[in-house]
T-cell receptor
Framework: AQRVTQPEKLLSVFKGAPVELKCNYS??????LFWYVQYSRQRLQLLLR??SRESIKGFTADLNKGETSFHLKKPFAQEEDSAMYYC???????????FGTGTRLTIIP | NAGVTQTPKFQVLKTGQSMTLQCAQD?????MSWYRQDPGMGLRLIHY???????DQGEVPNGYNVSRSTTEDFPLRLLSAAPSQTSVYFC?????????????FGSGTRLTVV
Protein backbone atom coordinates (compact mmCIF):
# COMPACT_ATOMS: atom_id res chain seq x y z
CA ALA A 1 0.00 0.00 0.00
CA GLN A 2 1.13 3.53 -0.66
CA ARG A 3 2.09 5.19 2.57
CA VAL A 4 3.78 8.36 3.79
CA THR A 5 5.13 8.31 7.33
CA GLN A 6 6.04 11.28 9.49
CA PRO A 7 7.25 9.78 12.76
CA GLU A 8 7.20 12.99 14.81
CA LYS A 9 3.84 14.53 15.69
CA LEU A 10 5.50 17.38 17.56
CA LEU A 11 8.93 18.95 17.24
CA SER A 12 10.31 21.87 19.25
CA VAL A 13 13.51 23.60 18.23
CA PHE A 14 15.26 26.68 19.56
CA LYS A 15 15.54 29.69 17.29
CA GLY A 16 18.80 29.54 15.37
CA ALA A 17 19.16 25.76 15.77
CA PRO A 18 18.98 23.35 12.81
CA VAL A 19 15.66 21.78 11.92
CA GLU A 20 14.98 18.37 10.42
CA LEU A 21 11.48 17.04 9.84
CA LYS A 22 11.46 13.40 8.88
CA CYS A 23 9.44 11.81 6.09
CA ASN A 24 9.58 8.25 4.80
CA TYR A 25 7.52 6.83 1.98
CA SER A 26 6.46 3.42 0.79
CA UNK A 27 5.49 3.58 -2.87
CA UNK A 28 5.82 1.38 -5.88
CA UNK A 29 7.86 2.95 -8.64
CA UNK A 30 9.37 6.42 -8.31
CA UNK A 31 6.91 8.83 -6.74
CA UNK A 32 6.87 12.61 -6.71
CA LEU A 33 7.45 14.00 -3.21
CA PHE A 34 6.19 17.25 -1.75
CA TRP A 35 6.28 19.23 1.46
CA TYR A 36 3.25 21.36 2.33
CA VAL A 37 3.06 23.89 5.17
CA GLN A 38 0.08 25.22 7.07
CA TYR A 39 0.64 28.36 9.14
CA SER A 40 -1.79 29.14 11.92
CA ARG A 41 -5.31 29.72 10.58
CA GLN A 42 -4.14 29.60 6.96
CA ARG A 43 -4.65 27.19 4.11
CA LEU A 44 -2.11 24.57 3.16
CA GLN A 45 0.46 25.78 0.69
CA LEU A 46 3.21 24.09 -1.23
CA LEU A 47 6.64 24.52 0.32
CA LEU A 48 8.83 22.21 -1.77
CA ARG A 49 8.67 19.55 -4.44
CA UNK A 50 11.57 17.24 -5.03
CA UNK A 51 11.72 17.62 -8.80
CA SER A 52 12.41 21.36 -8.55
CA ARG A 53 15.39 20.96 -6.21
CA GLU A 54 14.98 24.53 -5.03
CA SER A 55 15.24 26.10 -1.60
CA ILE A 56 12.18 27.90 -0.26
CA LYS A 57 12.36 30.04 2.91
CA GLY A 58 15.71 28.40 3.63
CA PHE A 59 14.27 24.88 3.57
CA THR A 60 15.65 22.08 1.46
CA ALA A 61 14.70 18.44 1.05
CA ASP A 62 16.68 15.70 -0.59
CA LEU A 63 15.10 12.58 -1.96
CA ASN A 64 17.00 9.48 -0.79
CA LYS A 65 15.71 6.56 -2.83
CA GLY A 66 17.82 4.04 -0.95
CA GLU A 67 16.29 5.00 2.39
CA THR A 68 12.96 6.03 0.81
CA SER A 69 13.15 9.29 2.70
CA PHE A 70 12.46 12.95 1.92
CA HIS A 71 13.49 14.78 5.08
CA LEU A 72 12.97 18.55 5.30
CA LYS A 73 15.89 20.57 6.62
CA LYS A 74 16.77 24.11 7.53
CA PRO A 75 20.13 25.11 9.01
CA PHE A 76 18.87 27.93 11.25
CA ALA A 77 15.30 27.95 12.52
CA GLN A 78 13.30 31.18 12.66
CA GLU A 79 10.23 31.93 14.75
CA GLU A 80 8.07 32.30 11.65
CA ASP A 81 8.81 28.66 10.78
CA SER A 82 6.38 27.54 13.49
CA ALA A 83 3.65 25.70 11.57
CA MET A 84 2.23 22.33 10.65
CA TYR A 85 4.24 20.50 8.00
CA TYR A 86 2.92 17.70 5.81
CA CYS A 87 4.90 15.41 3.59
CA UNK A 88 2.99 14.07 0.56
CA UNK A 89 3.59 11.73 -2.35
CA UNK A 90 2.00 10.67 -5.60
CA UNK A 91 2.95 8.56 -8.57
CA UNK A 92 4.08 10.45 -11.66
CA UNK A 93 1.13 11.12 -13.95
CA UNK A 94 -1.35 10.43 -11.15
CA UNK A 95 -2.99 13.35 -9.41
CA UNK A 96 -3.88 11.60 -6.15
CA UNK A 97 -1.72 12.80 -3.28
CA UNK A 98 -1.19 10.75 -0.15
CA PHE A 99 -0.34 12.81 2.92
CA GLY A 100 1.53 11.94 6.06
CA THR A 101 0.04 12.65 9.46
CA GLY A 102 1.94 15.90 9.82
CA THR A 103 4.51 17.35 12.20
CA ARG A 104 3.79 20.42 14.26
CA LEU A 105 6.98 22.46 14.46
CA THR A 106 7.36 24.98 17.26
CA ILE A 107 10.31 27.35 17.29
CA ILE A 108 11.26 28.41 20.81
CA PRO A 109 12.47 32.03 20.99
CA ASN B 1 -7.98 35.20 -9.58
CA ALA B 2 -9.70 33.65 -6.55
CA GLY B 3 -8.08 30.19 -6.73
CA VAL B 4 -10.08 27.65 -4.69
CA THR B 5 -13.05 29.01 -2.76
CA GLN B 6 -14.79 27.04 -0.03
CA THR B 7 -18.04 27.93 1.70
CA PRO B 8 -19.05 28.05 4.46
CA LYS B 9 -16.00 28.64 6.65
CA PHE B 10 -17.75 27.35 9.76
CA GLN B 11 -20.82 25.18 10.29
CA VAL B 12 -22.52 23.50 13.22
CA LEU B 13 -24.91 20.67 12.46
CA LYS B 14 -27.11 18.47 14.56
CA THR B 15 -26.75 14.72 14.25
CA GLY B 16 -28.81 13.49 11.33
CA GLN B 17 -28.91 16.77 9.44
CA SER B 18 -27.63 16.98 5.89
CA MET B 19 -25.66 19.74 4.24
CA THR B 20 -23.45 20.55 1.28
CA LEU B 21 -19.96 22.00 1.48
CA GLN B 22 -19.23 24.10 -1.58
CA CYS B 23 -15.96 24.21 -3.50
CA ALA B 24 -15.26 26.24 -6.61
CA GLN B 25 -12.06 26.89 -8.56
CA ASP B 26 -11.40 29.35 -11.37
CA UNK B 27 -8.11 27.92 -12.68
CA UNK B 28 -9.66 25.45 -15.13
CA UNK B 29 -8.15 22.56 -13.17
CA UNK B 30 -9.41 19.16 -14.18
CA UNK B 31 -8.58 17.43 -10.90
CA MET B 32 -10.42 18.26 -7.68
CA SER B 33 -10.51 16.49 -4.35
CA TRP B 34 -11.85 16.65 -0.82
CA TYR B 35 -9.81 15.90 2.28
CA ARG B 36 -10.65 15.89 5.93
CA GLN B 37 -8.06 16.96 8.48
CA ASP B 38 -8.13 15.43 11.94
CA PRO B 39 -5.55 15.76 14.74
CA GLY B 40 -2.95 13.00 14.57
CA MET B 41 -4.38 11.61 11.34
CA GLY B 42 -3.21 14.13 8.80
CA LEU B 43 -5.24 14.68 5.65
CA ARG B 44 -7.35 11.80 4.43
CA LEU B 45 -8.86 11.70 0.96
CA ILE B 46 -12.66 11.49 0.89
CA HIS B 47 -13.54 11.74 -2.82
CA TYR B 48 -11.87 13.01 -5.95
CA UNK B 49 -12.68 13.86 -9.55
CA UNK B 50 -10.50 13.85 -12.65
CA UNK B 51 -12.97 15.87 -14.70
CA UNK B 52 -16.58 16.86 -15.16
CA UNK B 53 -18.86 13.86 -14.82
CA UNK B 54 -16.17 11.64 -13.26
CA UNK B 55 -15.81 11.00 -9.54
CA ASP B 56 -14.24 8.27 -7.43
CA GLN B 57 -13.86 7.30 -3.81
CA GLY B 58 -10.84 8.03 -1.71
CA GLU B 59 -9.73 6.58 1.59
CA VAL B 60 -12.72 7.59 3.76
CA PRO B 61 -15.80 8.01 1.52
CA ASN B 62 -18.53 6.63 3.81
CA GLY B 63 -21.19 9.17 4.70
CA TYR B 64 -20.24 11.55 1.89
CA ASN B 65 -21.41 12.07 -1.69
CA VAL B 66 -19.94 14.17 -4.46
CA SER B 67 -20.84 15.20 -7.99
CA ARG B 68 -18.97 17.09 -10.69
CA SER B 69 -21.37 18.63 -13.16
CA THR B 70 -18.95 21.40 -14.18
CA THR B 71 -15.18 21.80 -14.22
CA GLU B 72 -15.40 24.62 -11.69
CA ASP B 73 -17.53 23.11 -8.92
CA PHE B 74 -17.10 20.07 -6.70
CA PRO B 75 -19.61 20.04 -3.83
CA LEU B 76 -19.37 17.59 -0.94
CA ARG B 77 -22.62 16.37 0.57
CA LEU B 78 -23.05 14.98 4.04
CA LEU B 79 -26.09 12.75 3.89
CA SER B 80 -26.82 12.33 7.60
CA ALA B 81 -24.28 14.07 9.79
CA ALA B 82 -22.63 12.15 12.62
CA PRO B 83 -20.32 13.40 15.40
CA SER B 84 -17.48 11.40 13.78
CA GLN B 85 -17.70 13.81 10.86
CA THR B 86 -16.61 16.71 13.02
CA SER B 87 -13.47 17.82 11.22
CA VAL B 88 -11.89 20.46 9.04
CA TYR B 89 -12.59 19.86 5.37
CA PHE B 90 -10.28 21.01 2.60
CA CYS B 91 -10.94 21.13 -1.10
CA UNK B 92 -7.98 21.05 -3.48
CA UNK B 93 -7.47 21.24 -7.22
CA UNK B 94 -4.66 20.68 -9.69
CA UNK B 95 -4.09 20.38 -13.42
CA UNK B 96 -4.77 16.91 -14.78
CA UNK B 97 -1.27 16.53 -16.09
CA UNK B 98 -0.07 16.00 -12.54
CA UNK B 99 2.92 18.25 -12.90
CA UNK B 100 3.51 21.79 -11.81
CA UNK B 101 3.13 22.86 -8.24
CA UNK B 102 0.88 20.15 -6.93
CA UNK B 103 -2.36 21.17 -5.32
CA UNK B 104 -4.02 24.50 -4.67
CA PHE B 105 -6.02 24.31 -1.47
CA GLY B 106 -9.09 26.13 -0.29
CA SER B 107 -9.17 27.82 3.11
CA GLY B 108 -11.16 25.01 4.71
CA THR B 109 -14.55 24.45 6.33
CA ARG B 110 -14.62 23.75 10.05
CA LEU B 111 -17.59 21.48 10.71
CA THR B 112 -18.92 20.53 14.12
CA VAL B 113 -21.62 17.90 14.49
CA VAL B 114 -23.38 17.89 17.85
Amino acid sequence: AQRVTQPEKLLSVFKGAPVELKCNYSYSGSPELFWYVQYSRQRLQLLLRHISRESIKGFTADLNKGETSFHLKKPFAQEEDSAMYYCAARNFGNEKLTFGTGTRLTIIP
Amino acid sequence: NAGVTQTPKFQVLKTGQSMTLQCAQDMNHEYMSWYRQDPGMGLRLIHYSVGAGITDQGEVPNGYNVSRSTTEDFPLRLLSAAPSQTSVYFCASSPRTGGGDGYTFGSGTRLTVV
